[in-house]
């Protein structure tokens, strides 16, 4: 319970998925004096829906590569965009607001005003559409903006320098980042952001001179132009990107990352919609314990109070607009809405250096339900509003960046100094962080960081593939990791030579602990998460991670590296042997399939390549970075090309494309609608399929394909009542606490499915199984005592539900042509190392039926 308050007490932050919008449905003039609904994320609606996105759309993620977006040239760094055609479906219209296809005109108008605006092109979405940053600021020449740079990079690699710059002090441009319409139904952040860049463009004004002589304001114009477009929160992937910055498997979020390593910007906002009152940031507990939550709180509660005064300013009002006052959760909530995970865009600029970052969340709600049934007038008026809130919370952000241009600075390179240095962090007080009221031991959220990690070559390294995507990710956020020219002693362990060290005394080791770390259980600390709670990298992606937590480190061994040693080899003599482990492995391997190449199974799940076959092996090995080592073993079970069909959300799909299997998306209505079997070896279903709905024809088909041709491998609830409804396997499903998530201990009986797969798993909305009939076999299951490691899982209100009750129970079973699974191994396309036992299982079931005859 918070100790002081300015405002009254408002509830817990979180209610039922039907609330994410009804908090706004009572909108209209005339409704003076309506409560403020709670809210919640909108996102997990997302993790129970069949995805039904294209695979071209997934090809294009898959293969984006974003590249820096700094450059040595000045500004204006002007060019004319070619406007793409018209589209009159983009759902804009309907509000009155700029179609996507209307932006790159406007763009060019607004570079055309004078020589404050430039434009880049710093990717494209997984729709296609091009994605563009905008720099308002004053004209520089070729040498200031090296100036800058260097002074940018100052501030970051050497901090304790650049504390003491007078150049810094005097010339640095105090870069600030507001990022629009990552929600692409979330829209009104880019019309705002037009608005202001074409009255920046052009006043004369002594604030605003000031304003752009002394920084530098970015602005994404639409984060998402491919739900913009459609009116979709998410992009054509399906993915909810403001879920995606720890795993970054979209091309969009690449890009944001980029920006944001690229500009290091000290103040942040990300426009959203729709909460009533406007919602801005900081959070409830809990708070991410990587952070420098000090300084954050500091600066970002300090602009918050400043948005909060500019939104109430402009009149509107209950009774006349259906506007509620603004709220900041920090002040105004007890929880419900936290910054724990890296997930978010604020959240993970705070790791980048800024220091004053926000979700805001506009007022009146214009997507899903509202957009289909109010009259156009209406939505207009709200979409108005909106923009006229968004442009007063950016409005009030520069001018708090102005005016606090050298504390937020100071506080940036702090940020960079205390993790070069090593230093603790420091707890969150009333003593601390003066001026932030009600700050009491529930806000206070610290780790210990260890000396290093590790990440080794060699045993006890589990996959040398899994440790190099690893090492990869963490330069892409860049951490800085180096790699060792010897053997060396750490931490009472020997590493081989080629072992890659994280040093943790480094300017972002706030990030790289949020990737590598197990993380927390915070199960006792709060009551509800607004979303994941657990993510470990160094548990989740397959390789072998140690914590070294004191030691000297071998720095005359240790070289900084650019990119991961590639791991691509193939031996050079007898068959090979391709380890089934992660996803690039399973992504040979199904190349190597579709090219029609001979390959068979071994015992433990690997795949064996006959001789003839080895320059087929060199192709994949370079094109996947996978590793073909010679055996002795010719394997047991031909493996074929696999025709998939899924029903599964949209993260899975991505998933499943991302080891390169070949899937159709199928629903309850694609199969009522008759849906020809016939290309089909395996069904893999977790969402949107239900026995009880399809029509006689379809479930005859159904059970047609599974009793003679097909596999089913299923997940959750929803897959496992499916494979009992046709009698595929007997398992009774328990459900846990649906609010649950987190990083999970299991133990593996082995074999081809689970065999030599990583002693951690993920769990969202947990279930295990019980009840099983005499031909099931328990592939995994959840550690005995507790088996989470870092998350949120409390039991139920009645007791169950809890970890516990799972404790020891099946989370992974299979029988004759089926699995089922109850954790989440491919969940939003984020724990690599779970992926290849949904792969392995995919085969097993399909063997199985071809064994059986089918």
Do not use: C
Request: glycine share 8%; charged share 20%.
């Amino acid at each position: 319970m918070r100790t002081t308050r300015t405002a009254p007490a408002r509830p817990v932050l979180i209610t039922a998925l039907a609330l994410t919008t009804a908090g706004s449905l009572l909108l209209t003039p005339g409704s003076a004096g309506a409560d403020t609904e709670p809210v919640t994320r909108e996102g997990p609606a997302l993790d129970r829906q069949a995805a039904l996105t294209p695979v071209s759309a997934a090809e294009r993620a898959l293969a984006t590569n974003v590249g820096r977006t700094d450059s040595a040239s000045g500004y204006p760094r002007e060019q004319v965009l070619t406007p793409g055609p018209e589209n009159p479906a983009d759902k804009s219209i309907e509000l009155g607001l700029t179609p996507y296809h209307a932006i790159a005109p406007k763009l060019n108008a607004l570079q055309a005003l004078g020589d404050r605006v430039s434009v880049e092109v710093v990717g494209r979405s997984a729709g296609g559409h091009r994605l563009y940053l905008v720099t308002v600021t004053a004209p520089e020449s070729a040498r200031q903006t090296r100036a800058q740079e260097r002074m940018r990079e100052l501030i970051e690699k050497a901090a304790a320098v650049a504390a003491k710059s007078p150049e810094i002090k005097a010339r640095y441009k105090i870069p600030l980042f507001v990022n629009n319409n990552i929600h692409g139904n979330e829209w009104e952040g880019t019309d705002a952001s037009l608005g202001l860049i074409k009255q920046l463009a052009t006043a004369n004004d002594t604030k605003t001179k000031d304003l752009l002589s002394r920084s530098r304001l970015y602005f994404n114009i639409t984060a998402n132009p491919d739900g913009r477009i459609a009116g979709t929160r998410t992009n054509a992937n399906g993915f909810d990107m403001n879920r995606d910055f720890v795993t970054a498997s979209q091309p969009e979020v690449r890009a944001m990352r980029q920006i944001q390593i690229d500009k290091q910007p000290a103040v942040m906002l990300d426009l959203h919609g729709y909460v009533n009152g406007t919602l801005i940031e900081p959070t409830t507990p809990p708070h991410g314990e990587n952070y420098e939550y000090d300084l954050f709180l500091k600066n970002t509660y300090a602009n918050a109070l400043g948005m909060e005064s500019a939104v109430n300013g402009l009149g509107y009002t209950p009774a006349k607009d259906g506007v509620e006052p603004a709220q900041i959760p920090f002040r105004d909530q007890q929880e419900g809405w936290d910054d724990w995970p890296p997930i978010f865009t604020p959240q993970y600029a705070a790791f980048q250096g800024t220091v004053a970052a926000h979700t805001v969340e506009i007022p009146l709600a214009v997507n899903n339900e509202e957009y289909d049934t109010l009259p156009t007038a209406e939505l207009r008026r709200r979409s108005a509003i909106n923009v006229d809130v968004a442009g007063a919370a950016i409005r009030a952000t520069l001018d708090f960046t102005r005016t606090h241009r050298g504390s937020l600075i100071a506080d940036q390179i702090e940020v960079f100094r205390r993790g070069a240095a090593g230093e603790a962090q420091i707890p969150v007080s009333q003593e601390t962080v003066p001026g932030v009221p009600g700050i009491g031991p529930e806000d206070v959220y610290t780790t210990n960081f260890p000396r290093a990690y590790v990440i080794p070559a060699g045993p006890p390294q589990r996959s040398a593939t899994a440790a190099a995507r690893l090492v990869d990710h963490l330069l892409a956020n860049d951490v800085t990791v180096t790699r060792a020219t010897r053997p060396f002693r750490l931490a009472g362990r020997t590493y081989a030579q080629g072992s890659y060290v994280i040093d943790m005394h480094q300017p972002k080791r706030g990030l790289a602990n949020a990737l590598l770390a197990d993380g927390t259980d915070i199960s006792s600390k709060v009551s509800v998460m607004y979303d994941i709670s657990g993510w470990s990298l160094g548990r989740l992606w397959g390789a072998t991670v140690k914590p070294a937590q004191s030691g000297s480190l071998p720095y005359d061994a240790l070289r900084t590296i650019e990119r991961a040693t590639p791991v691509a080899h193939v031996a050079p003599y007898g068959r090979l042997r391709l380890r089934l482990d992660t996803p690039q492995e399973i992504a040979a391997l199904n190349d190597l399939l579709q090219q029609g190449i001979s390959l068979r199974q071994a015992p433990d799940g690997s795949a064996i390549l006959q001789p003839s076959a080895r320059k087929a092996a060199v192709t994949a090995a370079r094109t996947h970075d996978v590793a073909f080592e010679a055996t002795h073993t010719r394997g047991t079970t031909e493996l074929r090309r696999l025709r998939l069909a899924a029903a599964v959300t949209a993260g899975e799909l991505f998933a499943l494309r991302e080891m390169n299997f070949e899937v159709t998306p199928v629903s309850t209505a694609v199969l009522n609608a008759g849906f020809d079997w016939s290309r089909t070896d395996a069904l893999f279903v977790s969402a949107g399929l239900s026995y009880d709905a399809l029509n006689p024809a379809a479930r005859k088909a159904l059970d047609t394909f599974l009793t003679h041709h097909g596999g089913l491998v299923g997940r959750g609830t929803t897959g496992a009542d499916l494979t009992s409804a046709t009698g595929r396997l007997a398992a009774k499903p328990v459900e846990g606490n649906g609010d649950a998530n987190g990083v999970v201990q299991v133990v593996n009986t082995g074999g081809r499915i689970t065999g030599g797969a990583p002693d951690h798993s993920f769990v969202y909305a947990p279930v295990w199984f019980t009840d099983l009939g005499p031909e099931a076999r328990v592939e995994q299951s959840y550690t005995t005592g507790n088996p989470l490691l870092s998350g949120h899982w409390r039991p139920l209100e009645d007791g169950s539900g809890g970890p516990e009750a799972a404790a020891g129970q099946a989370s992974v079973v299979s029988g004759p042509g089926a699995v089922l699974f109850g954790t989440e191994p491919l969940f939003r396309d984020h724990p690599k190392g779970e992926f290849a036992q949904v792969a392995r299982a995919l085969f097993t079931v399909a063997q199985a039926s071809q064994e059986s005859g089918g």
